[in-house]
């Protein structure tokens, strides 16, 4: 038994989960958040907004803008995907076909984290130590079973949901380092490194479009370690099994990881000396950093995979430098890294969740039964009481009983009427009656398999979502959506549906422009036609006069979000003049 070794695992223990439930738990998760909501505040409209006027041809491909207002830091290619899709599909509701290709890489981020961690449990060092009379897992199942609990990780992470079901850059990157700690696996296991043209196509693809997500650093820190990872694998690999590494210019032509390097620096050097994509300058100085938010953060957003991928690093401090836990360590720092210095840091943080998912995955060939359980127990009574609580206050808005959750929900959200919808209440019961289910499976059956622990944790986030997705949704979109903002100022607005901003920010804008079918200009473009119509954000006012005739205007009225009473726009109706 090799004492660095800590995994024993039975082939009991690897036995299948059964693909239609893997797929199922998948398409449960991805698909709710996709469908039929409205884009939400500030980033997921804001986005949207840019894909439809490169849809509609109002601004460029390499150049997204809103209005004349550039798209927030991000690279083009996410926005190319979204208006790609409202062009090819016009006959549905432009967010809707915006989502399509968002919810395509969410499930390419799942399908790579898979096979990452199948990849990365089929290295030597990882495997699971053989027994002195067999019976250990075989090869092939244990890596399987690993990647099957990777899955269920990264589905079970608390901060995983409402990112990634955003028409955001931020998926576009998830799915990228996904790709990108995909092909670091292919390059670390040695059957994959025969087929180097298509490994390094994948790293290169990867690469290009982490850099047009607008990551470019990500993935020169990300790719360059992932490389150097290993680089020092094979070297070390070499160097236990007695054999020289041959880095003669001869081998090192026809070596994959060496054409994987000249790839990655062929791409990243010319995209810096395009000038593409300066560096980003560090936004938050580290000792003015807020330790404690971004702590908390850290805690939550990544729960629950943050102490299995702890626990990993101490079970397997001895092959830190193996690839199994090397390429996912990497990966998983880099983005950390990046969160606490980031001014979005749960964004950022986002891009560390595939390889914490993959590190959580092995954990669990060195958990004891006792901390199984307790992982059980804990998540049966976290999910169990969230899911209640959402189902008594979606009861309390159909029925005001219990007075006290709809007296809330009033409060919250004024103005809000809610309706039962009969196909979102079955969809929830139905998760809700396959939640029982899968409990009483879990204490029943398959007490060995060992991807055991991340069931419910997976079960239960995705019953959670779902339960929000299907009974919460009107609730959320009215609280989270600037449809009703945007649908109150078009009623106010002129016959003519003319009208001029000044000061708003690109969300607004777009949900000015989809919700409220208004056809914007902003006062510092200029003469403008004569538009009846004149909204204003509230911080810009007191120079307003230095870009419109402040007499060819009447105060009408304030709008405010009815959820947010903080968050306001005003509108002045034009009484004398011809243009601003």
């Known amino acids: 038994m090799n004492p660095a070794n800590p995994a024993i695992v039975s082939q009991s223990a690897v036995r299948r989960l059964p693909r239609l439930a893997l797929i ?41 803008q809103i209005l004349g207002l550039a798209a927030d830091e991000a690279g083009p290619l996410p926005y190319w995907l979204g208006a790609l899709f409202i062009w090819l599909l016009p006959f549905v509701p432009a967010d809707f076909a915006a989502r399509v290709p968002f919810g395509l890489l969410l499930a390419l981020a799942l399908v790579a984290t898979w096979h990452t961690v199948y990849r990365l449990a089929r290295q030597p060092a990882a495997q699971p130590v053989s027994f002195a009379f067999g019976g250990e897992a075989h090869p092939t199942d244990y890596a399987r079973a690993m990647a099957d609990a990777g899955l269920l990780a990264l589905i079970a992470c608390l901060g995983l949901a409402q990112l990634s079901h955003e028409t955001t850059p931020d998926l576009a990157r ?70 020289s590494v041959d880095l003669s210019i001869r081998t090192l032509a026809t070596d994959p990881l060496a054409w994987a390097a000249g790839v990655l620096a062929v791409v990243l050097g010319g995209s810096a000396v395009a000038g593409l994509f300066p ?36 079970r397997w401090r001895r092959q830190l430098l193996q690839p199994h836990v090397a390429l996912p360590l990497w990966a998983a720092l ?18 560390a969740l595939p390889a914490l998912a993959a590190l959580a995955a092995f954990a669990l060939p060195t958990l004891r039964r006792s901390v199984s359980a307790l992982i059980d127990w804990f998540t049966l009574l ?129 949900a000015l422009q989809f919700h409220g079918g208004l056809q914007l200009r902003r006062t510092s473009q200029g003469p403008a036609p004569a538009c009846g119509t004149l909204v204003v954000s509230p911080p810009s006012q007191p120079t307003l006069d230095q870009r419109v005739t402040l007499t060819d205007w009447a105060f009408k009225a304030t709008v405010r979000r009815l959820t947010d009473n903080r968050e306001s726009l005003l509108v002045y109706q034009r009484v004398s003049g011809d243009s601003p």
């Open 334 to 351: 880099v983005s950390v890294i990046d969160s606490a210095q980031s001014d979005e840091r749960d964004r950022a943080l986002l891009l």
């Open 24 to 64: 199922l738990f998948c398409v449960a998760y991805v698909l709710p958040g996709f469908i039929g909501r409205e884009p939400w505040k500030s980033a997921d409209v804001s986005a949207f907004g840019v894909m439809l006027e490169m849809a509609a041809g109002r601004t460029g491909w390499w150049n997204p």
């Open 174 to 243: 998830l799915a990228m380092v996904s790709c990108l700690l995909y092909a670091g696996s292919r390059l670390a296991h040695a059957s994959d490194v025969r087929q180097p043209v298509l490994t390094v196509a994948l790293l290169g693809l990867a690469t290009l479009a982490l850099i047009f997500s607008g990551a470019p650093w990500i993935a020169l820190w990300l790719g360059s370690g992932l490389l150097l990872a290993v680089f020092v694998s094979r070297v070390r690999s070499g160097n236990r099994g007695g054999d």
């Open 382 to 510: 976290f999910f169990t009481a969230c899911a209640l609580v959402i189902w008594v206050v979606w009861f309390a808005m159909q029925t005001g009983v219990p007075a006290k959750p709809a007296a809330n929900v009033a409060r919250l959200a004024p103005g809000f009427v809610p309706e039962f919808s009969l196909l979102p209440f079955v969809l929830a019961t139905l998760a809700t009656l396959a939640w029982v289910w899968l409990v009483a499976w879990r204490v029943g059956q398959h007490r060995e398999a060992i991807w055991k622990s991340l069931v419910l944790p997976a079960a239960g986030s995705t019953l959670c979502w779902l339960l929000l997705m299907t009974l919460w949704l009107p609730l959320l979109d009215f609280g989270r959506s600037y449809g009703p903002l945007a649908r109150r100022i078009a009623s106010l607005a002129t016959p003519e549906r003319c009208v001029l901003v000044d000061g708003l920010t690109q969300a607004h804008i777009a």
């Open 279 to 314: 560096p980003p300058g560090w936004q938050t100085a580290w000792s003015s950093m807020p330790w404690g938010s971004w702590g908390r953060l850290l805690l939550w957003f990544t729960w629950p995979v943050w102490p299995l991928a702890l626990w990993t690093l101490w």
